[in-house]
């Protein structure tokens, strides 16, 4: 059984950090990638950012890049979202997934688990 849980989130102002995180247990898997979708009310799910465990490659939507940074601690099985600059658009679900292939992809369907969201509220 695949366990994903976010935590990290919680409501800021304009300009604030946050760092959200998502602890995966009950598998291992030896190619696979992780990442960080979110969903405002109303709206479809996004991606955010992704990374390839293995190798740390990564990728990111244009409307995070220079602010958002993913990584992940190997040894913890944990992923990690450090969000700077926060501005009240970032304000939503944020949820964490897994899928099962070693290069990121930015379609939420084709992501195999997902943990439960934490939300992330940003106001002006």
């Known amino acids: 059984q695949v366990q994903l849980v976010e935590s990290g989130g919680g409501s800021v102002q304009a300009g604030d950090s946050l760092r959200l995180s998502c602890a995966a247990s009950?598998?291992?898997?030896?190619?696979?990638?992780m990442g960080w979708f979110r969903q405002a009310p109303g709206k479809e799910r996004e991606f955010v950012a992704g990374?390839?465990?293995?190798?740390?490659?990564?990728d990111y939507a244009d409307s995070v890049k220079g602010r958002f940074t993913i990584s992940r601690d190997n040894a913890e099985n944990t992923m990690y979202l450090q969000m700077n600059s926060l501005k009240p658009e970032d304000t939503a679900v944020y949820y964490c997934?897994?899928?099962?292939?070693?290069?990121?992809?930015?379609?939420?369907?084709?992501?195999?688990?997902w943990g439960q969201g934490t939300q992330v509220t940003v106001s002006s």
């Open positions: 990374i390839v465990w293995s190798g740390g490659d990564t």
């Open positions: 009950g598998r291992t898997w030896t190619s696979h990638t």
């Open positions: 997934a897994v899928q099962l292939s070693g290069i990121v992809t930015k379609v939420p369907s084709r992501y195999n688990y």
